[in-house]
């Protein structure tokens, strides 16, 4: 059994389809910037409180070193990890901006009357 739709109809499923994909792409993209936003806040704050290892004693202990080698991978990650906030933050922007542009396209949504094509704006 075949299905012969007109180009009216064709247009129309384009739209709802087009509509549907993108209301489902802002939906996933709010869903994981908040899930990612939360998981990272959480170690931001974690690596708050790590602090700098306080090791005394001989500066050619390997003890010495190794406390040296940690804090300074420690400041490391934590300045990556402010980088990927930062970074979380700018994706929730466009977040907002993303659904605002998919309401603005569904009130200016065209429709097919007889041969025409018909927008509301």
């Known amino acids: 059994m ?3 739709l007109s180009w ?12 549907l ?3 489902l792409i802002t939906a996933t993209s ?3 910037s908040r899930q990612v936003n939360a998981a990272l806040q959480a170690r931001e704050n974690a690596t708050a409180f790590a ?3 306080a090791i005394d004693g001989n500066p050619k202990d390997e003890f010495k070193q190794l406390g040296e080698a940690c804090n300074r991978m420690i400041q490391g990650i934590s300045r990556i990890l402010c980088q990927v906030v930062e970074a979380n933050r700018t994706l929730t922007e466009l977040h907002a ?3 605002a542009s998919v309401r603005d396209l569904g009130a ?3 429709s097919v009357k007889g041969d025409q094509v ?3 704006k």
């Open 2 to 4: 075949q299905i012969f």
């Open 8 to 19: 009216q109809e064709k247009f129309r499923l384009l739209i709802v389809i087009t509509l």
């Open 21 to 23: 994909g993108l209301g």
């Open 30 to 32: 709010f869903w994981a």
């Open 51 to 53: 602090g700098n290892l």
């Open 97 to 99: 901006y993303l659904g």
């Open 108 to 110: 200016q949504c065209c």
């Open 118 to 120: 018909v927008c509301r």
